[in-house]
């Protein structure tokens, strides 16, 4: 009891460290048996299911996947070929608009993108893609690239 009270009062005293949002107490571990994660991520991430289509400068290479979460510097997706962490790609991301008289059902995003992180998903061919978006820009003829 007195154990649990010291830790409650430790706990109330301590401030939050605001790098991580996870009082700094608990980085101790004091008996405490469960791991803590920390968020690592800067920025919030969406998840938006949006139509992404990847080219490689110089190729005819297309790949075309969904995204699975957005921030405002990157987004993180699972495709089926091989992408090399480091190498830079070109992708178009189509975001949906909602146009009041019809318009536009969709507004294409051309990124130059940094391939962060790729991870094996199993035995399945697929690989979980994040990557950083160096420059984008709004286009109107990239929507035949993606099949819309």
């Avoid at 690592?40 to 790949?63: D, I, K, N």
Wanted: hydrophobic residues 40%; contains cysteine; charged residues 25%.
């Amino acid at each position: 009891m007195m154990a649990r009270k010291m830790l409650l009062v430790r706990y109330f005293s301590m401030e939050l460290d605001p790098r991580n949002h996870v009082p700094a107490f608990l980085d101790m571990r004091e008996g405490i048996e469960k791991p803590v994660t920390i968020e690592r991520r800067r920025r919030v991430r969406a998840q938006v299911h949006w139509p992404l289509c990847f080219s490689r400068p110089g190729t005819a290479e297309m790949v075309r996947t969904i995204t699975q979460d957005l921030s405002s510097h990157g987004f993180y997706c699972i495709v089926n070929a091989g992408f090399v962490p480091g190498e830079m790609r070109e992708c178009t991301l189509v975001v949906p608009t909602h146009h009041p008289n019809g318009g536009r059902p969709a507004l294409p995003v051309l990124c130059k993108v940094r391939v962060i992180r790729v991870e094996v998903l199993g035995e399945s061919g697929l690989w979980g893609v994040g990557c950083q978006i160096e420059d984008y820009r709004f286009g109107s003829t990239a929507l035949d690239h993606v099949g819309l």
